[in-house]
């Protein structure tokens, strides 16, 4: 047992001589404290001695050490793996008992169990290029196959055959949507204020200030209501997902409700799609008359039109066709939400930092896909006429 | 020679809230021990676990580690304090974006001056001892359940502690490999002299390492009996103790 009670100077020492027994023997006595944090002299030159060969055994000597702990062992080891790659013979008898215990056992348990090696990365760059190619073909099957999942889930809950607990469905239209309100009642507003502002600067040139009320009604219903809420949600609500599906993966929660003869399709991802393509036309539609009042203000106080004129302009530009037009973009964007924040979670590795990577992909690809599929509205609006 | 008191709980309870676990937990672990807490579930194992390793406040009472109170200590120096124990929690609370040598060397880098190839040659050695050489750059997610805790007991050990804290060691181990992790911990106190408290209920393994206990008792509320855990199961004079180390059925089926 390492002997505490000798004195305790500031910084202790520890000391390694060595001594030639014969032309072929050498012994390394240790001295003094051999502790973490202690100074101690370095063995590298001794190493290097028994490494260049000519030495038959070596003796080390504990004898007059006064205190020690792994710092001494390491040493040692680091003597015998040199001793084992030059074929001296170690002589560790004269150590304390305790230390070579502790030595007996860092062979005695080295077994060797058979696990996979550690993935080997690819090394040519023609190696790489094919492996991230076979990634991105497994993830669209990856994503293909569970859209059509969740597609067959859907149509279960329309024939009413889908199974999944009310409580859930009530649980996640309250966290999407009652309490994302006041973060997309901040959005929107600023959004309107905003596009106010911008159209304003625009307008004044030509003398119709007016017209302010138009950007801002047409850009919130057509678009920013739309696509805003989109990314707060998929921030917001994506993100929870993911993880929330993550961290079950990583407790085999997912896996007892399979073997209970629940699907997870139905059961964890349903009540979230349906709470999204629900919640989403609300928001936005809450976003819309949000970002509409803040544009007013910034048109009612900052640039002095009358009340009345520009509640009249908003009026004329709200079209039916651009409302709706809004409000089937937030039901795709509730679904586009739902299903990566799902999907990622659901694919989740089984560690905390899988969680994370897989939220960070959620929110990724939610919004790169609410903004790639905006611009397919676009055309085809633009095609159709509307 | 006399034992050395390493550990002196005085007055502790035990409470979640409003609701009292344990009431007046008087005990001391001497140097060298390898002290269980057991009870049945529920009972505030853990709870008093979280208590001497600093993660919980007590609702009263104090853990005194040779003579130093730990909770009446500044928080720096509650941190100091508890950087000289070694923690192995239930499921070896690997940082799992960390490979198992960089687990280990977290620690030595932070809280030592000691050079990287040190570091490195240090963290080979822990996972030498228990038996995972070679397993540097493996990932915890990589491993299974029973390598993942002794990595974790590497890491309890990266900082050469005065005292090891196990939480549950055995649980989720086959036998084989729980009755290894005894023999470790056995050796790695006999030849560190380091002091072991261990919350279990894994009786196989109480009575092949542990030398001195507490019985936590659910019902009463309080320590009903402690000490040796061979002599208990016998001597007890209270039921509730040689039912638990007895599972209930006669000592002689157990024995």
């Not at chain 1, 309250?174 to 600067?201: D, E, K």
């Not at chain 1, 048109?299 to 039916?320: D, H, K, R």
């Not at chain 2, 020679?1 to 550990?7: E, G, N, S, T, V």
């Not at chain 2, 001391?28 to 505030?44: H, K, L, P, Q, Y």
Request: charged share 20%.
């Amino acid at each position: 047992m390492p002997d505490s009670t000798t004195r305790q100077t500031s910084s202790p020492k520890g000391y390694a001589r060595l001594e030639r027994i014969d032309a072929r023997r050498i012994a390394v006595i240790f001295a003094g404290s051999w502790r973490i944090g202690a100074q101690v002299s370095s063995t590298d030159d001794i190493v290097a001695l028994i490494r260049g060969g000519g030495i038959a055994e070596v003796v080390v000597d504990g004898k007059d050490l006064s205190e020690w702990d792994s710092t001494l062992m390491m040493v040692i080891r680091r003597i015998e793996a040199a001793c084992k790659e030059s074929a001296a013979r170690l002589d560790c008898e004269r150590l304390p008992s305790a230390l070579r215990g502790l030595l007996r056992l860092t062979e005695e348990h080295a077994e060797s169990i058979e696990i996979a090696s550690p993935p080997s990365e690819p090394v040519t760059l023609a190696e790489r290029v094919g492996d991230a190619t076979h990634r991105v073909i497994d993830a669209c099957s990856v994503f293909i196959e569970f859209v059509g999942e969740a597609t067959i889930a859907f149509w279960h809950f329309c024939i009413g055959r889908a199974r999944f607990r009310g409580s859930d469905l009530g649980l996640v239209l309250q966290q999407s949507g009652a309490q994302a309100l006041p973060i997309v009642a901040l959005i929107s507003v600023l959004i309107g204020l905003i596009l106010a502002f911008v159209g304003a600067i625009q307008f004044r040139q030509f003398g119709v200030e007016l017209y302010v009320a138009n950007l801002v009604a047409i850009a919130m219903l057509r678009e920013m209501g739309a696509i805003m809420t989109g990314i707060i949600m998929a921030g917001r609500t994506g993100a929870a997902f993911a993880a929330e599906l993550g961290t079950m993966q990583v407790n085999e929660e997912i896996d007892a409700l399979r073997t209970s003869g629940f699907d997870p399709m139905e059961f964890l991802v349903l009540p979230r799609m349906l709470a999204l393509i629900v919640m989403m036309p609300l928001l936005c539609l809450y976003a819309d008359a949000l970002g509409i009042a803040g544009g007013a203000l910034i048109g009612v106080t900052i640039l002095g039109l009358p009340w009345v004129e520009y509640w009249n302009q908003t009026q004329n530009a709200m079209t039916m066709s651009n409302f709706l037009i809004g409000l089937s973009k937030a039901s795709v964007f509730g679904v586009i939400i739902a299903l990566s924040g799902c999907l990622k979670g659901m694919q989740s590795g089984r560690s905390a930092a899988a969680v994370g990577i897989a939220t960070t992909s959620a929110v990724v690809v939610a919004i790169v896909l609410i903004v790639a599929a905006d611009g397919l509205f676009a055309v085809v609006l633009n095609m159709l006429g509307l | 020679m006399a034992p050395r008191p390493k550990i002196v709980v005085k007055d502790m309870d035990l409470a979640y809230g409003d609701v009292m676990v344990q009431r007046d937990l008087n005990f001391t672990v001497n140097e060298g021990d390898v002290f269980a807490i057991m009870g049945r579930s529920g009972c505030g194992k853990s709870t008093l676990m979280k208590q001497l390793i600093g993660l919980k406040t007590p609702a009263r009472g104090d853990a005194w580690y040779d003579g130093k109170a730990l909770w009446a200590a500044e928080p720096e120096e509650r941190q100091a304090m508890v950087r000289h124990f070694g923690i192995l929690y239930q499921n070896g609370a690997l940082w799992s974006s960390l490979t198992l040598g960089e687990n280990v060397a977290l620690p030595l880098a932070e809280y030592t001056d000691l050079s990287e190839r040190d570091i490195h040659d240090l963290a080979c050695l822990k996972l030498g001892l228990v038996g995972l050489d070679g397993f540097e750059d493996y990932y915890p997610a990589q491993l299974s359940g029973g390598m993942r805790k002794r990595a974790g007991l590497a890491r309890a050990m990266a900082l050469d502690p005065d005292i090891l804290f196990f939480d549950e060691p055995s649980a989720g181990l086959d036998p084989i490999s729980s009755r290894r992790l005894d023999d470790l911990i056995l050796a790695l106190r006999d030849s560190l002299g380091c002091t072991v408290v261990i919350v279990s209920h894994e009786l196989a393994s109480i009575f092949a390492i542990a030398n001195n206990s507490i019985f936590l008792d659910a019902e009463e509320k309080r320590a009903i009996d402690g000490g040796d855990p061979k002599v208990l199961v016998r001597e007890s004079v209270h039921p509730h103790v040689r039912e638990f180390l007895t599972r209930g059925e006669p000592v002689e089926a157990v024995r």
